[in-house]
């Protein structure tokens, strides 16, 4: 005969007496009811799950796009250290919650490069530009690097012309396809990119749009304080909307920048090149002028002068 847990067995041979029935306590009571409540909440998350309300899919999404954003902030900041397999490492597990994403892919193809796989970071670049990006120039710009650095000068410098124009700082961009001209000994392509590239240097408003195209990355999700700066930078500026006060300091800072001594050392060697000594003499000075420790242009300098004092018939620009 079956029997219930809580039946009770008579005394064998004895009167039975009534005993009395035992009464959980209550530390036994709450941890029954806590324990229905963990199972009732059990239930009723397995339900909402598979129902998969909208307010679930957002919480879900929140919480991995905080994960997507800590593996990309490790991997970058690995890619400072210079430990380029853990910021590779960091950077895969951030696409495996957000494949594709261009910003990913650009610093995991600078690690690559850095770490002396420069094909496999123009594999991922290249993979990059299929993805729906705002960030193509910078992709063009990092591909001419990794080319030029292969030595396949063409594709770069077709890489870098792509460049032109955009948010990349442009005087960087002028400045390696000048010096790939040069390196073919295109000198007459180098000019006027090495022209443009002195331009942008001693543009005084170029420090303020470097700094707005770089807060369009930086605030990108701040849906706040993104279309202030995106109202700025659709706007022309000017010398005359600069402070006074910044003025000079740029125009300070320009007189001693050792960056823009090169760039006329470059343009000095160009003009030599092409013939144009005195225009060549000028740049030299300038260079030194800037910069007076620059070595090769006290060095250029005296050659070219005394080689327009030998050859008063050598051809000189009309400026």
Not at 52 to 59: A, D, G, H, R
Not at 85 to 101: E, K, N, S, T, V
Not at 229 to 237: C, N
Not at 281 to 298: C, M, T, Y
Request: aromatic share 8%.
């Amino acid at each position: 005969m079956l029997s219930s847990f809580s039946t009770i067995p008579a005394d064998s041979g004895r009167t039975q007496r009534s005993r009395p029935v035992l009464q959980p306590s209550r530390s036994e009571t709450v941890l029954s009811y806590g324990l229905m409540l963990i199972w009732l909440l059990l239930i009723s998350f397995g339900a909402v799950s598979a129902v998969n309300p909208e307010w679930l899919k957002e919480f879900s999404g929140l919480g991995r796009r905080a994960e997507f954003r800590d593996y990309k902030n490790y991997g970058d900041a690995f890619l400072q250290q210079q430990d380029y397999r853990r910021a590779i490492g960091q950077y895969q597990a951030a696409l495996d919650i957000r494949p594709g994403q261009a910003s990913v892919l650009i610093n995991m193809a600078v690690a690559y490069m850095q770490a002396g796989a420069a094909d496999r970071a123009v594999e991922i670049l290249q993979a990059a530009l299929k993805t729906e990006t705002d960030r193509d120039e910078l992709i063009y710009f990092n591909l001419g690097e990794l080319l030029e650095k292969q030595g396949i000068l063409d594709d770069a410098a077709a890489y870098y012309q792509r460049a032109i124009g955009s948010t990349v700082e442009q005087d960087l961009v002028y400045r390696k396809l000048g010096g790939l001209y040069v390196s073919a000994g295109r000198y007459e392509d180098a000019l006027p990119a090495f022209e443009n590239t002195l331009s942008c240097q001693t543009d005084p408003c170029r420090p303020y749009l470097t700094m707005l195209n770089r807060g369009l990355q930086t605030y990108k999700e701040d849906t706040a304080n993104l279309p202030i700066i995106e109202r700025l930078a659709s706007q022309d500026v000017s010398v005359d909307d600069l402070d006074r006060y910044d003025l000079e300091i740029i125009h300070q800072l320009q007189q001693s920048d050792p960056e823009i001594a090169k760039t006329h050392n470059h343009l000095g060697f160009i003009h030599y090149r092409l013939g144009n000594i005195e225009a060549g003499i000028r740049h030299f000075e300038k260079s030194l002028q800037i910069w007076p420790g620059n070595v090769d242009a006290s060095r250029n300098l005296p050659l070219l002068r005394q080689m327009l004092h030998d050859r008063p018939d050598v051809k000189v620009d009309g400026d």
